[in-house]
């Protein structure tokens, strides 16, 4: 009830921990301190993830899980979000990492989604109307009016990313149905991907180019999913006042994330070493809603909350 006494909500949902960060941790930091009720719906606990540190190589999935609960709250805890969930199934039980591998530098895929290698608890493998309405519970509960998550392609392939995506738009579907398990119905005002402006990823790929980072590839080269044409874009939020606090929280999300804090491009890295530009202005598509101003010199919606009417 305390989240729903706040008059703008939204709702992140993710798949991973430590995705939320990478994605859209600056935004979560900006809305949280505004005041706004900042939810984050995690899918699964990060069981297979590659991990960076040698130190920590030694994990197995379910030490490995732990690890990563405790780094996803203390990254909360950087980012001012105190509502943090994971998503479970009707009988309480909860999603698996699908697992991963890397098909070339910034492109994922399947790990092992056919025959024996299956693991039946994987998100990827579940049916996608019970991921949905597992979300759709979740919706009903927090009654966002802003939702933001994935666009079609998972960012980069991950099979879970692809599965958030496309249970989340079956789950927004199912929200504003008919009314199920004594929950009312709701309609979600505005629904975002997360993405990229192609021409600012490709710039910044020539500066680490320039600047001799390892592992920047061509930056004339093939982009992942969630780089797009300029013209797909619709909303940025300027998060360079909160830049402190999305480092810190990528700092607590070590065995996936390393840090090159000291170049002209402050730069992450994944297990698959390609530097990626941590970014002040996060950058969203409108796919469900209404674009509102105040708009930038671009034309682009500058809050994800415009148009939007408070509601209880």
């Known amino acids: 009830m305390e989240q729903l006494d706040q008059p703008r909500r939204m709702l992140f949902v993710h798949a991973h921990p430590d995705d939320e960060t990478i994605g859209s941790g ?11 009720g900042v939810v984050l719906l995690t899918a699964t606990r990060g069981e297979l993830g590659e991990v960076i540190p040698p130190e920590l190589a030694h994990l197995d999935p379910d030490q490995l899980a732990e690890h990563r609960t405790g780094e996803l709250a203390t990254a909360m805890e950087a980012l001012g979000v105190t509502d943090h ?6 009988d309480g039980s909860g999603y698996r990492d699908s697992g991963m ?3 070339e530098p910034g492109r994922a895929g399947h790990a092992a ?21 597992d979300i759709a519970t979740v919706l009903r509960e927090v009654r966002p009016q802003v939702v933001v998550t994935y666009e079609p392609g998972g960012g980069y392939g991950h099979p879970d ?15 504003a149905g008919d009314r199920r398990d004594g929950a009312a119905p709701w309609q979600v005002a505005k629904v975002y991907e997360i993405v990229q402006p192609e021409q600012p990823v490709r710039d910044a790929l020539r500066r680490l180019v320039e600047a001799g980072a390892a ?20 909303t940025v939020v300027d998060g360079t ?16 994330v390393s840090l090159d804090l000291d170049g002209d491009v402050p730069a992450m890295r994944l297990s698959n070493g390609v530097p990626q530009p941590i970014w002040p202005f996060e950058h969203y598509r409108l796919v469900h809603g209404v674009p509102a101003g105040p708009f930038d010199a671009d034309g682009l919606e500058t809050d994800l909350f415009a148009g939007v009417a408070p509601s209880s």
């Open 215 to 234: 592992g920047a590839g061509n930056p004339e080269g093939p982009l992942p999913s969630v780089v797009v044409p300029a013209g797909e874009v619709t």
């Open 161 to 175: 990313h692809v599965r958030v995506h496309e249970a989340t738009m079956r789950a927004l579907v199912l929200a």
């Open 241 to 256: 006042g909160q830049i402190p606090a999305k480092i810190a929280a990528l700092r607590a999300h070590a065995t996936q």
């Open 26 to 36: 600056a935004t979560m930091a900006r809305y949280a301190e505004a005041g706004a």
């Open 101 to 103: 591998v890397w098909l």
């Open 85 to 90: 969930r994971f998503l479970t199934r009707a």
């Open 113 to 133: 989604l056919s025959g024996d290698d299956v693991d039946p608890r994987a998100l990827a493998a579940a049916d996608l109307e019970e991921v949905a309405a």
